[in-house]
């Protein structure tokens, strides 16, 4: 147990939809990132915040948005999901903002299913 | 940019024999290389990581990882497989994603392990 929690464990919709995605970072741990795993993209790094605030941004939709609020829990949204929205999104969390020697420590993840 | 390759998508290993997973990297500069692994349903764990020093990495569970800056790779290994090894593996490389920066994971595709009792 990595000590990164994640909610829901399973998620099924319909297209056109929105849904959150909830994290909730190792004690702290002031970094949270997301990622999506799936089949033909493999695992894509999506954003990430520290403290609060975007530090980077990866591969995410603009149909995508996340934040992080002041208790340092993170919600991924996905509006306008379409059938290729399909996939395991994790949350991961690290101790700082995103030095290059940090672990980032995984959560077990979402799975996305759009019907 | 950054990237890793895996350069198999599976290997095949009988139980209590050395296994190696390959992992090879591309970055300018400095590279800071981690392994994970992934159990079915299950999300990434961490396993190990090469920050710089000793060429040789320990990690958990018994695995261990050799740095080899010519060659550009970073093989995981591990003595003696386990059934319990069977999983999927993942190589990554951290380096610096902007002027502010902020770091960012780049992994390769995977590496299934399938130890054979």
């Known amino acids: 147990d990595s000590g990164v929690t994640q909610t829901p464990k399973h998620l099924i919709t319909a297209t056109g939809q929105r849904v959150t995605l909830r994290c909730s970072p190792r004690s702290g741990d002031l970094s949270v990132y997301w990622y999506q795993q799936s089949l033909d993209q493999g695992l894509q790094f999506l954003i990430q915040?520290?403290?609060?605030?975007?530090?980077a941004k990866g591969n995410i939709l603009e149909r995508f948005s996340a934040q992080q609020f002041p208790d340092l829990h993170s919600e991924l949204n996905l509006s306008s999901l379409e059938l290729g929205d399909s996939a395991l999104y994790f949350c991961?969390?690290?101790?700082?903002?995103?030095?290059?020697?940090?672990?980032?420590?995984f959560g077990p993840g979402t799975r996305l299913t759009v019907l | 940019a950054q990237s890793v390759a895996q350069p198999e998508d599976q290997v095949n290993v009988a139980e209590g024999n050395p296994l190696t997973v390959k992992c090879t990297y591309s970055?300018?500069?400095?590279?800071?290389l981690f392994w994970y692994v992934q159990y079915p349903n299950r999300g990434l764990q961490f396993l190990l990581k090469y920050i710089t020093g000793d060429n040789l990495v320990k990690g958990s569970y018994g695995f261990e990882a050799e740095f080899n800056k010519s060659q550009t790779s970073f093989h995981l290994k591990k003595p003696s497989a386990l059934v319990s090894d069977s999983a999927l593996y993942f190589c990554?490389?951290?380096?610096?994603?902007?002027?502010?920066?902020?770091?960012?994971?780049?992994f390769g595709k995977g590496t299934k392990l399938s130890v054979i009792p």
């Open positions: 970055v300018s500069g400095n590279p800071y």
């Open positions: 915040y520290y403290n609060g605030e975007e530090r």
């Open positions: 991961a969390s690290s101790v700082l903002q995103g030095s290059g020697t940090d672990t980032q420590y």
């Open positions: 990554a490389v951290n380096q610096v994603y902007s002027g502010a920066g902020s770091y960012q994971l780049t």
